[in-house]
């Protein structure tokens, strides 16, 4: 069936370094599903970060991207240079019919 | 920002009693998710609404979990009688449109069952 993966639990960087937080798809119910990566802060609530709607296409937001890869169906999150303030759960998600699934989320820790 | 209400924040219960809890969605959004989220960060779809009709809804859903989107006033989802298992953080989301679309979340309402 349909389903998200994440398989980090939680990553630790240190300032100014790059990232990359992955994320696999599967998605039987509906060919090429809308991919999005959602963050939840501290203290705030999930909020979208950036999506793509288009294979092949890449997304970009805050310094983050993520590209559309249909073949691998993967949509990993990168940035080149975190921040202490990019602190917090990230999520991958795909539309699968009427409703978006998740991943488990990925918490990532920047250490200065 | 969001502006997806939910009441309230947390809740305390104890099993077998009801446990109910509010989303106001963002305005101007016609479709209503439910979502619960567990201890191992696991997102389980509840059910969804476009306007005050279910679109879709899962099995557990259907049992002792019930929820409405009833027109001018706020969506709910009501636990029948909780179980220890039903913990859980439940988030409310709307949207444009069904899936394809973004979500937009609420804070979320913190179940406990004792």
């Known amino acids: 069936g349909d389903s998200v993966t994440q398989t980090e639990g939680q990553v630790t960087v240190s300032e100014s370094k790059s990232l990359i937080i992955n994320c696999t798809y599967s998605?039987?119910?509906?060919?090429?599903?809308?991919l999005f990566w959602y963050v939840r802060y501290p203290g705030e609530g999930l909020q979208l970060l950036l999506k793509v709607i288009t294979a092949g296409q890449k997304g970009s937001s805050r310094g983050f991207e993520a590209t559309y890869n249909k073949e691998a169906t993967s949509f990993h999150l990168q940035k080149a240079s975190v921040q202490e303030s990019d602190s917090a759960v990230y999520y991958c998600a795909a539309n699968s019919g009427t409703y978006q699934r998740f991943g488990t989320g990925t918490k990532l820790q920047v250490v200065p | 920002n969001s502006k997806v209400i939910q009441t309230p924040r947390y809740l305390v219960k104890g099993q077998g009693q009801k446990a109910k809890m509010r989303c106001i969605p963002e305005k101007g959004h016609p479709v209503v998710f439910w979502y619960q989220q567990n201890k191992n960060n696991e997102f389980k779809f509840l059910i969804n609404f476009q306007n005050q009709e279910v679109l879709q809804q899962i099995d557990m859903t259907e049992k002792r979990f019930s929820a409405e989107c009833p027109s001018n006033s706020p969506c709910s989802l009501e636990i029948q009688s909780s179980e220890a298992g039903d913990s859980a953080l439940y988030l409310c989301?709307?949207?444009?449109?069904?899936?394809?679309?973004?979500?937009?979340f609420g804070a979320g309402t913190r179940l406990s069952v004792l």
């Open positions: 998605a039987t119910s509906i060919g090429y599903p809308n």
């Open positions: 989301a709307s949207s444009l449109s069904e899936g394809q679309n973004t979500l937009y």
